[in-house]
């Protein structure tokens, strides 16, 4: 991979940029182009990362839009495989979005595309709502009919401006993603005019579900801002938007990336631990068989299932629903099956294999 690395000037709102790829090759990724009629014929390169088991299955699969691709689609992608393999997130597929075309300015075009209103300091600002537009009805169909995306399951991820942009969206477009990662959004923009966005948002009552996660670094200048912001949503005691909040310490505006995503997505993705009577457990304790003949054995211990591969290897498994049971240890997804009452078995998802493990 040829990389050309330039010193960028600071950009709105603190915005530090150090690496700008020219071209990226990530073993498993393409790059596909869009030429979007609403954005003035912009042209968009969008990278994008499949699952592993993806042209092994039928499945569709939940979907992270990544804003500023052009610098962050190799963090993220490495990102995806450490909580993936620790099972933190789903399989799942990435859409990195930059801009094609002609020797593309970032600094420029993401001041465009990424703020909701218009500064004098940065000229051609002002294009959040153009921008979104394409991704609602453009880029998304495009997906959607290329590659088994769920349109049900979007996230968005984005930093500085990407993030600025990510709390427009959730705001203004409720319903368009269901999950949302803003590190060291530019809350400040336009006078802090995000909290106007807010207020609609709030007013409205009706928004579908969703789930957002907030990150500052401990040392950025307007971390009080920050916390301003995180308070204000805190007190709004919103009905159907979870939300979360952390700033990191001994880390500056650009710094929040690598862990603001990381913890977003934990987040974002996160799973319900589901406390289940003795009940509807003992239903599943019992010996099972896997296809090799070997057994293991469930227990209910403490009010959880655990398994038993043998007496010194045993792994705790956590309720999504009362067929459902995963650990946070690794990727290890169990759905119990049962027919007439009886259950027969579970079918056991461990880093991209399936099989079925017969009850004794």
């Not at 499949?50 to 499945?59: G, H, Q």
């Not at 880029?139 to 709390?167: H, I, M, Q, W």
């Not at 409205?204 to 040392?219: D, E, Q, Y």
């Not at 290890?332 to 579970?346: D, P, Q, R, S, Y």
């Amino acid at each position: 991979m040829r990389m050309k690395i330039i010193l960028l000037p600071i950009v709105v709102l603190f915005m530090i940029s150090f690496v700008q790829a020219q071209e990226i090759t990530i073993p498993g990724s393409q790059t596909r182009k869009i030429t979007s009629s609403i954005v003035k014929g912009q042209e968009y390169e969008l990278q994008i990362l499949l699952p592993a088991r993806y042209e092994k299955s039928t499945k569709q699969y939940p979907v992270v839009y990544l804003m500023d691709s052009q610098w962050d689609f190799p963090l993220l992608k490495s990102l995806y495989g450490e909580q993936y393999f620790d099972g933190f997130i789903p399989e799942m597929i990435i859409v990195g979005v930059t801009w094609g075309g002609v020797n593309p300015n970032p600094d420029s075009l993401r001041a465009r595309d990424y703020t909701p209103t218009r500064e004098n300091r940065a000229p051609q600002s002002g294009g959040a709502a153009a921008f979104l537009s394409f991704m609602k009805t453009e880029l998304f169909p495009y997906v959607e009919s290329n590659y088994r995306a769920d349109k049900y399951d979007r996230a968005l991820v984005g930093c500085s401006l990407g993030g600025l942009f990510t709390l427009y969206a959730l705001f203004t477009e409720p319903g368009l993603f269901q999950r949302y990662v803003a590190a060291s959004p530019a809350f400040g923009w336009g006078n802090e005019v995000i909290y106007q966005y807010e207020k609609a948002y709030y007013e409205k009552k009706s928004n579908p579900p969703a789930r957002l996660f907030l990150i500052m670094g401990g040392v950025e200048r307007n971390e009080p801002g920050f916390e301003k912001l995180v308070k204000f949503l805190t007190d709004r005691n919103y009905k159907t938007l979870q939300f979360k909040s952390r700033v990191l310490e001994n880390t500056g505006h650009s710094g929040t990336k690598a862990e603001g995503y990381a913890r977003g997505l934990q987040y974002v993705y996160e799973r319900p631990s589901l406390t289940l009577s003795s009940a509807v457990l003992n239903k599943y304790t019992g010996d099972y068989q896997w296809g090799n003949g070997s057994t293991l054995t469930i227990k209910n211990e403490n009010d959880h299932l655990v398994a038993y591969l043998n007496p010194n290897n045993k792994v705790t498994l956590l309720a999504a629903s009362e067929n459902d049971f995963y650990t946070n240890s690794e990727f290890l997804n169990v759905h119990f099956k049962n027919e007439g009452g009886k259950v027969t078995g579970f079918q056991l998802d461990l880093y991209g294999s399936s099989q079925f493990v017969a009850k004794k």
